[in-house]
């Protein structure tokens, strides 16, 4: 609290800190200068326009069900289509889940965190600086990431919201939205500290981050089926960990077996023998595993 003081003067000056850390801030120090960011969105369209460019069709809807032969999958039921496969890889984030619903035996057990986040968009340059905040008065502990293309993107914005598989079954990804009180906590805590935050966020956004209760994603082929697999529960490390796991599921699928990767350890059959004690709970823990904002 406080004015900048003479420390964070000095960073700025050094280049150790970034000029819009222009308020109240009594301490800040550099933890890293060797690291890079990625935009998720920008990301995950540049993959999708590649892979159309090589022959895949993108069809958006809302997936009913697998039309099965014996252990395989036939075909993807979307809305009225019959979608034919031979290969179908689960991967809808915190709503993977309803694949329960889909192969007979399989226990998915999953946390959906619904986490808001918002952006402000700059007419100037902004110093690439990604801030790391400690818990404020306001309920936050804001992670702060300026892009290339002069937005200002914030999470850690506190008061998220956990819903466990049958709420997840419930809700629609577009029923998915920011949450106003929290928005405001935000904008209160980065607008002390920046100029850039002396006016309304230009966007409020919320997603919802998949946490299974042992804080592992489930990677790996569906147990009792020949051609069925699951990608998803990677909570809010899916883009750094999305290029990766790309490769050990086609090495998977391909090959027979994850070369670059050691899968075992996120077997998605491995709650589907024994039911967990927690199971149905809701909060920050299951399985005595912290999950949410805290991994």
Known sequence: AGSRSKTVEAAVKGGKAPSWLDKNVAKASLMDDQTAQTNPYELTN?????AVSKGARIV?????GMEMDGDKVKAVR???????TDCCVIAMGPWSCMAEDWFPGLSLPMQGVRSTSIVYKSEENVDAFALFCAEDSNGCHLEVYPRASNEIYLCGIGGSKYLDNDDLKRVSPEEITADPSRVAAAERSFGSMSSLGSKKADIAQACMRPCPPDAKPYLGR???TQNAFIAAGHNCWGILWAPVTGLAMSELILDGKSKCADLSPFNPGRF???SSASSGRRGRQQVDEPVGEQW
């Open 46 to 50: 540049a993959l999708m326009d590649f």
């Open 60 to 64: 958006k809807g809302k997936v009913d």
């Open 78 to 84: 979307v809305g009225e289509e019959a979608i034919e």
């Open 222 to 224: 569906i147990p009792g």
């Open 272 to 274: 589907s023998k024994k």
